[in-house]
């Protein structure tokens, strides 16, 4: 039987987040991270629509050995241990097509928009040279929800973050902005809905 929703059902979710880094992002860490997580919450305004905001955070990190780092004013060769922090802090409205059954898996088709905050830094030796910056951005994303419960269910995202040019890189180049995929893997219950 098909499920009748309350208003105002409130969706709250923790994912672990895996980040892969794209475009020029991947020029400076091309290491997969593991080290992620985020929390979402999402307000039904009908069963087939949420609005909501979510926050993540992602470390990258990545060691290199005898590598060439090109900095603003040079370059300087050894052994390095490279990070990049990104902290998105997104808007989100998402649509879920198909039947809204009880007990039945969800599609999700959402997209994110707001700000992240991206610390890069380069460990060289005694030397470290850090850089930060607040972007604009967005992300697009596709998953699936799995029911386990009457009201909890388990979350697969796969987002494409986009950070938009801002400031300057480490290395002086004016083109700022980022890119990775993440991959959301997490736990989420819903309130408020009425059977």
């Known amino acids: ?12 979710g ?8 794209n475009q020029e992002m991947e020029q400076f860490i091309g290491k997969t991270s593991y080290r992620g997580f985020g929390i979402d919450i999402r307000s039904f305004s009908s069963p087939s629509f949420s609005f909501g905001g979510n926050f993540s955070w992602n470390v990258f990190d990545e060691l290199l050995r005898g ?3 090109v900095l603003e004013n040079g370059a300087i060769t050894g ?4 990070y990049i922090n ?4 997104l808007l989100n409205a998402s649509y879920y097509p198909g039947e809204k059954r009880r007990g039945e898996r969800r599609f999700v088709l959402g997209l994110n928009a707001g700000t992240y905050y991206i610390r890069q830094r380069l460990d ?14 967005v992300a697009p994303e596709v998953g699936l929800w799995f029911p386990i419960g009457r009201e909890t269910f388990l979350t697969a995202t796969l987002r494409y973050n986009y950070a938009f040019d801002a400031g300057t890189r480490l290395n002086g180049d004016p083109n700022n902005d980022y890119s990775y995929w993440g991959i959301n893997l997490g736990l989420g219950s819903i309130q408020g809905w009425l059977y």
């Open 1 to 12: 039987s098909a499920t009748a929703y309350a208003q105002r059902g409130v969706f709250t």
């Open 14 to 21: 923790l994912t672990w987040n895996v980040g892969i880094a």
């Open 67 to 69: 590598e060439t780092a």
């Open 79 to 82: 052994t390095q241990v490279r």
């Open 86 to 89: 990104s902290m998105p802090l």
């Open 124 to 137: 060289i030796g005694v030397v470290s040279l850090e850089n930060s910056n607040w972007h604009l951005g």
